[in-house]
């Protein structure tokens, strides 16, 4: 599957609308990788030619929708005179029981593209849903929930895709967004100070710096050569409590490690800017979305 640079780039433009290009690679390669050689064997085996049919999408349980667009084209890409008419938008929340889209043509096409319009959108959804959770608990603070760059491989762009129809800000989308001074850079680089100076040197002043600290010694050394953004890891909230109170402002900070459900409230009453979690991309569940189709 080739993309395109202009198509590499276009992925930093995601919201409102995802890159066709993106969108018609992923979900042919995925077709594709169902299909195999010889096709959907059942659905030919079973189902004559000509019939058509009427099918529903519709959500199992309460969440967030996401990949609207993917399921469209799984279906559109089988047979393009398939009529997709959608329900929702992405970043819609429904109930159980809400239809979500109601497709319409070949019935052979229906049956053979509808797992992969389903796993697209059930994934997609439950990265939505599950990162909805986390926003709601924080909405009443000025903190933001965001992303990281675990995520799986390929899908990195549509999973903060998703996370924004939930609610959260996406952190980088790769390395060469801006400048994430970790741990083993400062081991190597010899020092907190050290790193973010030689970063600065390397990248002028366009180029945001931010830098990962363990503790408010390392925290003081960071605002003292001007970090942009400075990530607290793994503090608790009496810490990052701490920390806000002696940034009075200068850097934007950024809480990580150890984040959930039970404890991004406390950690966003804490003053900090941005909560930035791996789970709402690598643990979020699935959403239960199902088709059933009718018989015209």
């Avoid at 594709?32 to 049919?53: I, M, Q």
């Avoid at 059930?122 to 608990?137: E, N, R, V």
């Amino acid at each position: 599957m080739n993309v395109s640079p202009q198509t590499t780039v276009a992925q930093k433009a995601f919201p409102p609308s995802l890159p066709g290009l993106l969108v018609d690679d992923a979900v042919r390669g995925a077709l594709l990788e169902d299909f195999g050689r010889a096709g959907d064997l059942t659905t030919n085996a079973t189902l004559p030619e000509e019939v058509t049919a009427r099918a529903v999408l519709s959500s199992r349980e309460a969440g967030t929708i996401c990949g609207m667009e993917f399921a469209r084209k799984a279906f559109t890409l089988v047979n393009p005179w398939v009529v997709f008419t959608p329900m929702v938008k992405d970043g819609a929340r429904v109930k159980p029981g809400d239809r979500i889209a109601v497709i319409e043509g070949n019935a052979r096409a229906l049956l053979s593209a509808e797992r992969v319009a389903l796993n697209f959108l059930m994934h997609l959804s439950g990265i939505s849903t599950y990162t909805a959770k986390f926003a709601d608990l924080i909405a009443h603070t000025n903190a933001r929930v965001c992303d990281t760059r675990k995520t799986i491989p390929g899908m990195r762009g549509f999973a903060k895709y998703a996370v924004k129809c939930g609610g959260g800000i996406n952190h980088r989308f790769g390395l060469d967004d801006a400048i994430l001074i970790k741990d083993n850079h400062i081991a190597v680089a010899g020092g907190v100070a050290k790193a973010i100076l030689a970063a600065r040197a390397y990248a002028g002043i366009l180029v945001k710096i931010e830098v990962e600290v363990d503790g408010l010694e390392q925290f003081d050394e960071a605002l003292s050569v001007n970090a942009d953004v400075i990530l607290l890891d793994n503090m608790g909230p009496e810490l990052l409590e701490k920390a806000v109170k002696i940034n009075a402002g200068r850097a934007k900070l950024e809480a990580s490690g150890n984040i959930s459900l039970d404890t991004i409230k406390a950690i966003a009453e804490t003053g900090v800017d941005y909560i930035s979690t791996s789970k709402i991309t690598m643990a979020a569940p699935t959403l239960d979305i199902g088709l059933d189709i009718e018989l015209k």
